[in-house]
């Protein structure tokens, strides 16, 4: 059993950045691949990022490409994604996922965390 929990939202103007992270505990955190799901009002949960065991590789989707990037540190147990250049259209409530596939699609994912919000101020 693998608990997440995601940090790090918040107020954003567009343009701006921020960092999201995610700690992973109760399970051998190295060993699951990694994503990144988001759900803005009224629309279904969308994958974001991902990225494999190591660290080595990472995709992302068409929407975020240039402006995030995924990473991880196996050895504090964390997930992050660097979020620059923010649009209106990224707000949403990020989601972090375990998983033994590297996947795009939610199914492929066992384990969630509660979500952070990303709000656009003006």
């Known amino acids: 059993q693998v608990q997440l929990a995601e940090s790090g939202g918040g107020l954003v103007q567009a343009g701006g950045s921020l960092r999201l992270s995610c700690a992973a505990s109760?399970?051998?955190?190295?060993?699951?691949?990694m994503g990144w799901f988001r759900q803005a009002p009224g629309k279904e949960r969308e994958f974001v990022a991902r990225i494999n065991w190591s660290g080595s590789l990472t995709d992302l989707a068409d929407s975020v490409k240039g402006r995030f990037t995924a990473s991880r540190e196996n050895t504090k147990s964390t997930v992050n994604l660097k979020m620059n250049s923010l649009k209106t259209e990224d707000t949403a409530v990020y989601y972090c996922?375990?998983?033994?596939?590297?996947?795009?699609?939610?199914?492929?994912?066992?384990?969630w965390g509660q979500g952070t919000q990303v709000t656009f101020t003006s």
């Open positions: 996922a375990a998983g033994r596939t590297y996947g795009t699609s939610e199914s492929e994912y066992v384990y």
């Open positions: 109760g399970g051998t955190f190295r060993t699951y691949y």
